[in-house]
């Protein structure tokens, strides 16, 4: 439930802290600047805090609109926090700079991020009519220096903050913070003066925090609620209470509780214990399309279905459909947001971001594919409810949370390979870009795996732990 951004934050403001209590610092004068995460840092500091007085990011930054279509415009995790665009896009963010002095440098062909085409239409020109806002009934003196400007760099138009750049910087802050007397536009020649690395390194304290241990930290109090010692009226208020917790953190979507429609498959093949699998692709309203398998050996009952979901797809539940056309059952394998063949072909952890910065979950989404088509399945049988068996962590916790919302949608769950708590998420390094529905933004404050498994009753559930 805490964001990395704010550690960025934090330690900027405690930068200008230190910097405007200094005896030579002019706190009139003040101005940031950086290239890459750098820039980012300049518009983040630059935006929320008014003691700096004018801001030049290079290369730092651009819209959503270019970070969605271009996968170079994404940027880092901390670029893309939870939430971000559902309250501010970066177009807004530069908007907070006015009146402030403002210049975004940007290169041609940038081999790393926000090409200036792009950056500077999605964050420059759409900021213009704000400033000249500010303009109106000052006297033409006042408006004769560009406060709002921009500058491309063609040579060598890559990703860098070389002599062009920099003398675009000198040009700018020079018109606003010197007299004209003492003006030096020229990049000046400071060869002698730069440091080596091994130079400027310096020794930290062994106990210094990192993002790891800042979240080991955190954790340890978490979740703030636990459920009472036993049964009773005391329970049914804590799971009543929790569950509204889980749906506020979770954001499941009620609007995918349609009618899947399924569209077959050409071309599948797929045997297990002598049944062909039937592929269809299921149509989730307008929005969502999942691929499904369904193995049913003729004369089987087609009141008992197991719904199989597993981190790496089809293959990997092969297993488990020869031990429901064992038992006479049906079988069902099904692919949600981020597990199998619905992992994009480069990674979940770009769409993961988009979707979390602009206030919905991955989890959410994923919970609300698996109760659609849970209710699809039950639907279409008669008899016993449906039973549920996932293999892995993934898909494991997004049907342990879809129980803890909805515990009537199942009748029995089965988690194979998943971990007994979130915090192992930490402990073993599982990494965001690898698996970004486990982060759900605050979840871990709500609910850890225990308070779900009290959440999911009176659903059957069976964990099997896997050492890893």
């Not at 071309?267 to 999942?290: C, E, H, M, N, Q």
Request: some cysteine.
């Amino acid at each position: 439930g805490r964001a990395g951004l704010s550690v960025f934050y934090l330690e900027l403001k405690r930068g200008l802290d230190i910097l405007c209590s200094h005896k030579h610092a002019d706190r009139d004068r003040i101005a940031v600047t950086g290239l890459s995460g750098g820039g980012w840092q300049t518009i983040v500091i630059s935006s929320l805090d008014t003691r700096v007085k004018l801001a030049a990011p290079n290369a730092g930054y651009c819209a959503l609109g270019p970070r969605i279509e271009y996968r170079a415009d994404t940027g880092d995790l901390e670029q893309n926090p939870t939430d971000l665009v559902s309250v501010a896009d970066y177009v807004h963010l530069t908007a907070l700079l006015a009146p402030r002095p403002a210049l975004l440098i940007y290169n041609a062909k940038d081999d790393c991020c926000f090409p200036a085409d792009r950056a500077l239409a999605s964050v420059y020109w759409p900021v213009v009519p704000v400033y000249k806002l500010f303009e109106r009934g000052e006297s033409p003196a006042a408006s004769d220096v560009e406060r709002f400007a921009n500058h491309v760099n063609h040579d060598p138009g890559t990703h860098n903050y070389l002599k062009d750049n920099r003398e675009a910087f000198y040009r700018f802050i020079n018109r606003h913070f010197m007299p004209a007397e003492k003006r030096i536009d020229e990049d000046l020649p400071v060869e002698n003066e730069i440091r080596s690395s091994a130079a400027l390194a310096i020794s930290y304290p062994p106990d210094n925090a990192n993002f790891h241990t800042l979240a080991a930290d955190l954790m340890r109090s978490l979740p703030t609620s636990k459920p009472p010692a036993s049964d009773g009226k005391a329970m049914d208020r804590w799971r009543e209470g929790t569950r509204k917790a889980l749906r506020e953190v979770v954001r499941s979507e009620s609007d995918l509780a349609v009618d899947p429609k399924p569209v077959n498959v050409a071309g599948f093949s797929d045997v297990v214990k002598g049944v062909a699998g039937r592929a269809s692709a299921l149509r989730l309203g307008d929005r969502w399309t999942l691929p499904v398998v369904v193995y049913e050996r003729k004369g089987a009952r087609t009141d008992r279905t197991v719904l199989t979901i597993t981190d790496r797809g089809m293959a990997d539940a092969r297993d488990i459909v020869a031990e429901a056309l064992g038992r006479g059952e049906r079988a069902v394998v099904l692919d949600i947001l981020f597990t199998g063949d619905c992992v994009p072909p480069r990674g979940a952890g770009h769409w993961a971001q988009m979707i979390g910065t602009v206030g919905r979950r991955p989890l959410g989404i994923q919970v609300s594919q698996l109760r659609a088509v849970a209710e699809w399945i039950e639907r279409g049988q008669t008899g016993k409810p449906l039973r549920v068996v996932t293999k892995g962590r993934v898909a494991g916790l997004a049907a342990l949370v879809c129980a803890a919302l909805y515990p009537q949608s199942f009748d029995s769950l089965e988690l194979r390979e998943m971990d007994k708590s979130l915090k192992d998420l930490a402990a073993s390094k599982v990494t965001y870009i690898s698996s970004p529905s486990l982060f759900c933004f605050g979840l871990l404050a709500v609910a850890d795996i225990p308070e779900l498994l009290h959440l999911a009753h009176p659903t059957k559930v069976n964990m099997q732990h896997t050492e890893r």
